[in-house]
């Protein structure tokens, strides 16, 4: 029943921004935390960032401290990854992430 769908995703040169938005359903959002993921080709899964229900704790993956954000809006149920000085490693498929769900994965593409 939770519905994860995932936006935001594109092709960027190196150096530029995407910002990715994830729409939830079916769950109370707001008491549940979110989580980002990505899957390059050839390798597994990883987690990239996760923020608390409240919107008040946030961690992010050593590779992208300092370049993502990760943010929610509880009165919309989006949780959103804003991506600046992108760099050709993360190019990736982006899953967002709640409870035991996953959404459909939106397509990042970081190249000149």
């Known amino acids: 029943q939770v519905h994860l769908v995932e936006s935001g995703g594109g092709l960027v040169q190196p150096g530029g921004s995407l910002k990715l938005s994830c729409v939830a359903s079916g769950f109370d959002f707001r008491r549940f935390g979110m989580r980002w993921y990505r899957q390059a080709p050839g390798k597994g899964r990883e987690l990239v960032a996760e923020?608390?229900?409240?919107?008040?704790?946030?961690n992010y993956a050593n590779s992208v401290e300092g370049r993502f954000t990760i943010s929610r809006d509880n009165d919309k149920n989006i949780v959103y990854l804003q991506m600046d000085s992108l760099k050709p490693e993360d190019t990736a498929v982006y899953y967002c992430?709640?409870?035991?769900?996953w959404g459909q994965g939106t397509q990042v593409t970081v190249s000149s």
């Open positions: 992430y709640a409870i035991n769900a």
């Open positions: 923020i608390a229900g409240g919107g008040t704790s946030t």
